[in-house]
T-cell receptor, first 115, second 116 residues
Framework: AQSVTQPDIHITVSEGASLELRCNYS??????LFWYVQSPGQGLQLLLK??????LVQGIKGFEAEFKRSQSSFNLRKPSVHWSDAAEYFC?????????????FGTGTLLAVQP | NAGVTQTPKFRVLKTGQSMTLLCAQD?????MYWYRQDPGMGLRLIHY???????AKGEVPDGYNVSRLKKQNFLLGLESAAPSQTSVYFC???????????????FGDGTRLSIL
């Protein structure tokens, strides 16, 4: 069955440090992959998406993600974290295999940024 | 430029009561979705719609009904609320065109629902 795993429930980084959030997926075909960010009390905002082509995808707010088929991973990165990046981050895979046509979300990684 | 608007933002219900959550989008999107978000479980799809007058079941449809009588509105109903339906509910919409057309692109800010 299709699934998404975000192994880190909570991560703390210092402002200005680099960031990598891990995402592993299980999907039989070429996946549609997404990263969303959720600020406290708000809905999800799409950061970036991947389906095909260049495996390094650029998104909004200075984020990027790299698709590695051999590792079934789609890790999110940012070279220098800002305090405003503190939020919860969700990885998702698009499931087109049936009638439900849905996104399968990971359980999220909560990012804290310390001064 | 409202995007996706959900009403109400908060609600407390007693077990057995009914209510309707309203989602409105002003982007002329074809696709609309209702998700629930529970701690440690990410988001799960309840129902979705691929156009006016259509609805379809998602992962966790039991106990919920939906209607899409107008393209801009997607209503989620709880006929007889249960404590297990305590959650944060998110509505989302998608344009229905392009490579990622049938995935949610814009989310509302959520409705926090408590069932006592």
């Amino acid at each position: 069955a299709q699934s998404v795993t975000q192994p880190d429930i909570h991560i703390t980084v210092s402002e200005g440090a680099s960031l990598e959030l891990r995402c592993n997926y299980s999907y039989g075909a070429t996946p549609y992959l997404f990263w969303y960010v959720q600020s406290p009390g708000q809905g999800l905002q799409l950061l970036l998406k991947y389906f095909s082509g260049d495996t390094l995808v650029q998104g909004i707010k200075g984020f990027e993600a790299e698709f590695k088929r051999s590792q079934s991973s789609f890790n999110l990165r940012k070279p220098s974290v800002h305090w405003s990046d503190a939020a919860e981050y969700f990885c998702a895979v698009g499931d087109y295999g049936g009638a439900t046509n849905k996104l399968i979300f990971g359980t999220g990684t909560l990012l804290a940024v310390q001064p | 430029n409202a995007g996706v608007t959900q009403t109400p933002k908060f609600r407390v219900l007693k077990t057995g009561q009914s209510m309707t959550l309203l989602c409105a989008q002003d982007m002329n999107h074809e696709y609309m979705y209702w998700y629930r978000q529970d701690p440690g479980m990410g988001l799960r799809l309840i129902h979705y719609s691929v156009g006016e007058g259509t609805t379809a079941k998602g992962e966790v449809p039991d106990g919920y009904n939906v209607s899409r009588l107008k393209k801009q509105n997607f209503l989620l109903g709880l006929e007889s609320a249960a404590p297990s339906q305590t959650s944060v509910y998110f509505c989302a919409s998608g344009s229905g065109t392009g490579a990622f057309s049938n995935q949610p692109q814009h989310f509302g800010d959520g409705t926090r629902l408590s069932i006592l």
